[in-house]
């Protein structure tokens, strides 16, 4: 009963997420299409160690491929989504390579196990899970593809385990270079979560597809525990993926861009100076939806040489330089009026909302606005 429980809950949190996320889904909201992928991964592969650990034999022999592709696809879709994430653009062709070993393993067990009889293939899981003898060169081939799909999978596991925290970091200094407002993104909380749920599952997979399922056969509670682990994971994602905003300018050319065009340092300057002269007369800051792509139409030059010149000359980067300004706002606005409550402060001085004026007036000034207005009184 303990065992059954433990696996018909991760089963249906990983199905009905996956419908939700796939129902939900949207021209706007493409990171729900892929993350249902990696809710939908996640199904069949429970789905697989379902029919292992209770040993249904004449269906598991039908769906091994199933289990064995969507475990090599897991985190090729988990990579696809944080793509989406931040709305870059995916190039079909260019995607596909991450999905050939899942393609090719699928297609060799599909075709060893449409040649094995039931009892080769009895023999082969008997082996799996109990360490039984093989018998013929059918179960050693099955035997074979079965350990070459984990062996690829637990290298799959630090390869992209690297590439997703690289991209993050990554593309999180880009973001911070291009909007002046985050919160609306949902960012903090999907930066924390998307790398907690790769670690999370990560080391537990990495462990458990390393020594296989035979240890947790006669150990329920251990599979059990192991279970609403994974679960507790997979609905935390879903919410957060649920909740998280894709960024409405693709910045795939800011996050493939690494060097800036030929420019004089002269015409630098004079960029330099009508930046700082616009932010000065027309306030853009004020704007809480203020980007570098804005700023950059406005002055007539391009992001690249705002973004170098706010980076190089000026020591910060784009998030800093506009809230510096509403920062310089609200200083004085608490300074000087005694009747303004906080939230219309927050408003004045061009901060998305009162979290976000906060947050950041806490973490430059080490005093949240109503101690700094105390201090002034």
Same mark, same amino acid.
């Given at each position: 009963?303990?065992?059954?429980?433990?696996?018909?809950?991760?089963?249906?949190?990983?199905?009905?997420?996956?419908?939700?996320?796939?129902?939900?889904?949207?021209?706007?909201?493409?990171?729900?299409?892929?993350?249902?992928?990696?809710?939908?991964?996640?199904?069949?592969?429970?789905? #697989?160690?379902?029919?292992?650990?209770?040993?249904?034999?004449?269906?598991?022999?039908?769906?091994?491929?199933?289990?064995?592709?969507?475990?090599?696809?897991?985190?090729?879709?988990?990579?696809?989504?944080?793509?989406?994430?931040?709305?870059?653009?995916?190039?079909?062709?260019?995607?596909?390579?991450?999905?050939?070993? =899942?393609?090719?393993?699928?297609?060799?067990?599909?075709?060893?196990?449409?040649?094995?009889?039931? *009892?080769?293939?009895?023999?082969?899981?008997?082996?799996?899970?109990?360490?039984?003898?093989?018998?013929?060169?059918?179960?050693?081939?099955?035997?074979?593809?079965?350990? #070459? #799909?984990?062996?690829?999978?637990?290298?799959?596991?630090?390869?992209?385990?690297?590439? =997703?925290?690289?991209?993050?970091?990554?593309?999180?200094?880009?973001?911070?270079?291009?909007?002046?407002?985050?919160?609306?993104?949902?960012?903090?909380?999907?930066?924390?979560?998307?790398?907690?749920?790769?670690?999370?599952?990560?080391?537990?997979?990495?462990?458990?597809?390393?020594?296989?399922? =035979?240890?947790?056969?006669?150990?329920?509670?251990?599979?059990?525990?192991?279970?609403?682990?994974?679960?507790?994971?997979?609905?935390?994602?879903?919410?957060?993926?649920?909740?998280?905003?894709?960024?409405?300018?693709?910045?795939?050319?800011?996050?493939?861009?690494?060097?800036?065009?030929?420019?004089?340092?002269?015409?630098?300057?004079?960029?330099? !100076?009508?930046?700082?002269?616009?932010?000065?007369? !027309?306030?853009?800051?004020?704007?809480?939806?203020?980007?570098?792509?804005?700023?950059?139409?406005?002055?007539?030059?391009?992001?690249?040489?705002?973004?170098?010149?706010?980076? !190089?000359?000026?020591?910060?980067?784009?998030?800093?330089?506009?809230?510096?300004?509403?920062?310089?706002?609200?200083?004085?606005?608490? !300074?000087?009026?005694?009747?303004?409550?906080?939230?219309?402060?927050?408003?004045?001085?061009?901060? #998305?909302?009162?979290?976000?004026?906060?947050?950041?007036?806490?973490?430059?000034?080490?005093?949240?606005?109503?101690?700094?207005?105390?201090? *002034?009184?």
């Amino acid at each position: 009963m303990i065992k059954l429980t433990a696996l018909l809950l991760i089963l249906l949190v990983t199905l009905f997420s996956s419908i939700f996320l796939f129902a939900l889904a949207s021209k706007t909201y493409k990171n729900r299409y892929f993350l249902g992928f990696v809710f939908l991964s996640s199904f069949l592969i429970f789905t #697989g160690n379902f029919f292992s650990f209770f040993e249904f034999w004449n269906y598991y022999k039908h769906y091994d491929f199933i289990f064995l592709s969507a475990l090599l696809a897991f985190y090729p879709f988990y990579y696809l989504y944080l793509y989406s994430a931040f709305n870059i653009k995916i190039i079909s062709t260019k995607w596909i390579y991450h999905f050939i070993p =899942s393609i090719i393993i699928a297609i060799a067990m599909l075709l060893a196990s449409s040649i094995a009889s039931l *009892d080769d293939y009895q023999v082969y899981m008997n082996h799996i899970l109990h360490k039984t003898a093989l018998t013929n060169k059918t179960t050693k081939i099955l035997t074979y593809l079965y350990d #070459g #799909g984990r062996f690829f999978h637990l290298m799959q596991i630090l390869a992209y385990n690297i590439l =997703s925290v690289h991209f993050i970091l990554r593309t999180k200094k880009n973001m911070y270079n291009s909007f002046s407002n985050l919160d609306k993104f949902q960012l903090r909380y999907f930066y924390i979560v998307t790398i907690s749920f790769l670690l999370l599952m990560s080391i537990p997979g990495f462990y458990i597809t390393y020594i296989g399922r =035979s240890p947790f056969i006669g150990n329920e509670m251990s599979l059990f525990y192991l279970s609403i682990a994974f679960t507790i994971l997979y609905l935390i994602l879903a919410i957060v993926g649920l909740k998280q905003i894709p960024v409405e300018l693709n910045i795939t050319h800011q996050i493939n861009n690494k060097i800036f065009p030929e420019i004089h340092q002269d015409e630098l300057k004079e960029i330099e !100076e009508s930046l700082l002269n616009y932010f000065k007369q !027309e306030k853009p800051w004020l704007n809480p939806h203020l980007n570098i792509w804005d700023v950059a139409k406005s002055i007539g030059t391009n992001r690249s040489y705002v973004s170098k010149i706010i980076n !190089e000359n000026l020591s910060c980067n784009f998030n800093q330089f506009v809230n510096n300004y509403r920062l310089k706002k609200a200083k004085h606005l608490l !300074e000087n009026t005694t009747e303004l409550p906080i939230a219309e402060i927050s408003e004045l001085s061009g901060f #998305g909302s009162v979290n976000s004026f906060i947050r950041i007036f806490k973490l430059n000034e080490k005093c949240t606005p109503t101690q700094f207005k105390k201090k *002034d009184v």
